[in-house]
């Protein structure tokens, strides 16, 4: 039998990632659906843009541009890890990271373009509510629909910098070492021809 603290905060910790696993999906529709009060909304208050400032102003400001990149899009989450931080008494976390899958879909003047894309993220619990800190996004890649990813070296879009995935992630890079050419044929299997 449980004692009833334990349970208690069992309870909290499964509201606060069922509250968490909400943002990814509530960011994909306020994307697809251009409505940017939403999008805003789901950042604190302090959010910081590096260089673009802070606030929620400057994140507006940031992004409705960028949303003009593209006429339609289509932002479909696939899976979403989440670590809860520590507890801070009574009031219970107030911190979590995680990491979301996600295939995007934009359609850019003639072009469809698609994304593989892992966002890395930190949530805060700000007025009771589940936000996020801080929204990284990084890319396998972005080619139109009629390419393959290596015909466009990854980067169809050509938006910014290249693809920082797989790369970016160490188990990556000790798993396949830099001067490692890229495997071509079938795998190696131990005790097969």
């Known amino acids: 039998m449980m004692d009833r603290s334990s349970l ?6 499964a509201e606060a990632r069922w509250e968490i696993g909400q943002l990814p999906i509530r960011y994909a529709l306020a994307v697809d659906q251009r ?9 604190v208050p302090d959010v910081r843009l590096g260089r673009h400032g802070t606030g929620r102003e400057a994140l507006r400001g940031f992004i409705e541009p960028q949303l003009r990149w593209f006429y339609r899009s289509i932002h479909l989450i696939c899976g979403h890890r989440i670590e ?6 009574d009031g219970g976390p107030i911190t979590a990271t995680g990491q979301v899958y996600c295939r995007a879909e934009h359609e ?18 700000d007025g009771g509510q ?10 396998w890649y972005a080619a139109d629909l009629l390419e393959r990813p290596q015909q466009a070296g990854f980067d169809s879009w050509q938006v910014g910098p290249p693809p920082a995935l797989p790369g970016h992630d160490p188990a990556w890079a000790a798993f396949w ?5 890229a495997p ?5 299997v131990e005790g097969r021809p």
């Open 177 to 181: 070492p830099a001067n490692h050419a």
């Open 84 to 89: 809860i931080g520590p507890d801070h008494g």
């Open 35 to 43: 409505d940017i009060d939403t999008w805003v909304s789901l950042f």
């Open 184 to 188: 071509t044929g079938r795998p190696v």
């Open 8 to 13: 208690e905060r069992r309870l909290e910790l």
């Open 130 to 139: 589940w936000l996020f800190e801080q929204r990284v996004e990084r890319h």
């Open 108 to 125: 850019v003047d003639d072009r469809w373009v698609v994304m593989a894309i892992r966002y890395d993220d930190r949530y805060r619990r």
